[in-house]
């Protein structure tokens, strides 16, 4: 399998033209499980192919478990300059709860390890758990506070169907997760980062200044980029395109040179769309003056007629010709988002 990412990277040289690799991220799934040197292989494979910035952010997601004290200190000696730990909670009924392979333990300890060597960490928490009180939740983030990391993503939490919670929650055994819990849990999380240095720049993301992730930041920016790998999926602009996701039809694939790919080419309405969706969730918002540019006075205009009532209700503010959610709206922003979509204009 590694092999034939390099492999894939190499088939796809050409898609940026001259653009510069900027970011590098090892994510989708614990890509911790490789060695160091295949994730240098791998790097080594893009510079092979791309032209790469002076000073790339390169990005590894790991779990505690997968993260000993001696894995930091290896890591810290190859080009991965960014760990993404998926942490999730410091409370051992918790992880449990989600079928974590960590323990609270081991989520400390990994933090405390790798702020030895490295500067730039992002950590994953989980708001939303059942029966979880707003008390133990901010003590889940004053935690996490305690290490001084630079970016904090959190999310709600998510039923899966056939997990064991799914399973808890269909016989009663556990409450549902709550819509308004989980909301108040949020308002406190940006909140408390805010009082503490925290910018809120992506509705579940918050960095301080220097250390907002430059590969999230690009997606919600709609820049270009590659996907490698099974499943991945890939953008150019007017483009997208992603791997199929059977792993032995890949590697045939890629081992016979060919790309396992397919590609839609994104219609006026979609670059709106997703423009609107992405913008909306961060601090740069939706720019009137590019819709009218880009998409038309048309759509402008639908916009703030779409926008109308958000705007009475204060779940959006009109802020220098930048349409943008209120601390108010930030939760329910996929929400609205999905009311100003444009649907039938061609």
Same mark, same amino acid.
């Given at each position: 399998?590694?092999?034939?990412?390099?492999?894939?990277?190499?088939?796809?040289?050409?898609?940026? %033209?001259?653009?510069?690799?900027?970011?590098?991220?090892? %994510?989708? &799934?614990?890509?911790?499980?490789?060695?160091?040197?295949?994730?240098?292989?791998?790097?080594?494979?893009?510079?092979?192919?791309?032209?790469?910035?002076?000073?790339?952010?390169?990005?590894?997601?790991?779990?505690?478990?997968?993260?000993?004290?001696?894995?930091?200190?290896?890591?810290?000696?190859?080009?991965?300059?960014?760990?993404?730990?998926?942490?999730?909670?410091?409370?051992?009924?918790?992880?449990?709860?989600?079928?974590?392979?960590?323990?609270?333990?081991?989520?400390?300890?990994?933090?405390?390890?790798?702020?030895?060597?490295?500067? /730039?960490?992002?950590?994953?928490?989980?708001?939303?758990?059942?029966?979880?009180? /707003?008390?133990?939740?901010?003590?889940?983030?004053?935690?996490?506070?305690?290490?001084?990391? !630079?970016?904090?993503?959190?999310?709600?939490?998510? *039923?899966?169907?056939?997990?064991?919670?799914?399973?808890?929650i269909k016989k009663g055994i556990i409450a549902p997760p709550s819509d308004e819990?989980?909301?108040?849990?949020?308002?406190?999380?940006?909140?408390?980062?805010?009082?503490?240095?925290?910018?809120?720049?992506?509705?579940?993301?918050?960095?301080?200044?220097?250390?907002?992730?430059?590969? =999230?930041?690009?997606?919600?920016?709609?820049?270009?980029?590659?996907?490698?790998?099974?499943?991945?999926?890939?953008?150019?602009?007017?483009?997208?395109?992603? =791997?199929?996701?059977? /792993?032995?039809?890949?590697?045939?694939?890629?081992?016979?040179?060919?790309? !396992?790919?397919?590609?839609?080419?994104?219609?006026?309405?979609?670059?709106?769309?997703?423009?609107?969706?992405?913008?909306?969730?961060?601090?740069?918002?939706?720019?009137?003056?590019?819709?009218?540019?880009?998409?038309? &006075?048309?759509?402008?205009?639908?916009?703030?007629?779409?926008?109308?009532?958000?705007? =009475?209700?204060?779940?959006?503010? *009109?802020?220098?010709?930048?349409?943008?959610?209120?601390?108010?709206?930030?939760?329910?922003?996929?929400?609205?988002?999905?009311?100003?979509?444009?649907?039938?204009?061609?």
């Amino acid at each position: 399998m590694v092999v034939a990412l390099a492999k894939e990277i190499a088939l796809r040289k050409s898609e940026l %033209g001259t653009v510069a690799i900027q970011t590098i991220y090892f %994510g989708g &799934g614990t890509p911790s499980v490789l060695s160091d040197a295949e994730i240098i292989f791998l790097i080594d494979a893009v510079y092979s192919s791309f032209k790469v910035t002076d000073d790339p952010e390169i990005t590894l997601e790991a779990n505690p478990d997968d993260l000993s004290a001696g894995r930091i200190k290896a890591l810290s000696t190859t080009p991965v300059n960014r760990l993404s730990i998926g942490i999730q909670s410091f409370y051992e009924e918790d992880l449990r709860l989600m079928n974590r392979a960590h323990n609270a333990e081991q989520a400390a300890v990994c933090i405390a390890e790798a702020t030895t060597y490295f500067d /730039n960490i992002s950590i994953d928490l989980i708001y939303g758990i059942p029966d979880m009180s /707003n008390e133990r939740w901010l003590t889940n983030v004053d935690k996490a506070l305690s290490f001084g990391v !630079p970016h904090i993503s959190s999310y709600a939490l998510t *039923v899966e169907p056939k997990t064991a919670l799914h399973t808890f929650i269909k016989k009663g055994i556990i409450a549902p997760p709550s819509d308004e819990a989980a909301q108040k849990q949020f308002l406190l999380l940006a909140d408390r980062l805010q009082e503490n240095g925290f910018i809120h720049y992506e509705l579940s993301n918050f960095g301080k200044p220097g250390f907002f992730s430059q590969n =999230n930041t690009a997606y919600w920016l709609g820049k270009k980029y590659l996907g490698i790998g099974p499943s991945a999926h890939s953008y150019d602009g007017s483009t997208r395109s992603w =791997n199929i996701a059977n /792993n032995a039809l890949y590697l045939k694939s890629v081992e016979n040179g060919e790309l !396992p790919l397919e590609r839609e080419t994104l219609s006026r309405n979609d670059r709106y769309n997703e423009y609107v969706m992405t913008g909306l969730r961060t601090i740069w918002g939706v720019s009137l003056q590019k819709v009218e540019k880009d998409f038309g &006075g048309n759509y402008h205009k639908y916009l703030l007629q779409q926008a109308a009532p958000y705007l =009475n209700e204060e779940l959006l503010i *009109v802020e220098d010709d930048t349409l943008k959610a209120t601390r108010k709206g930030k939760f329910l922003t996929d929400g609205i988002a999905s009311d100003l979509f444009f649907i039938n204009l061609k």
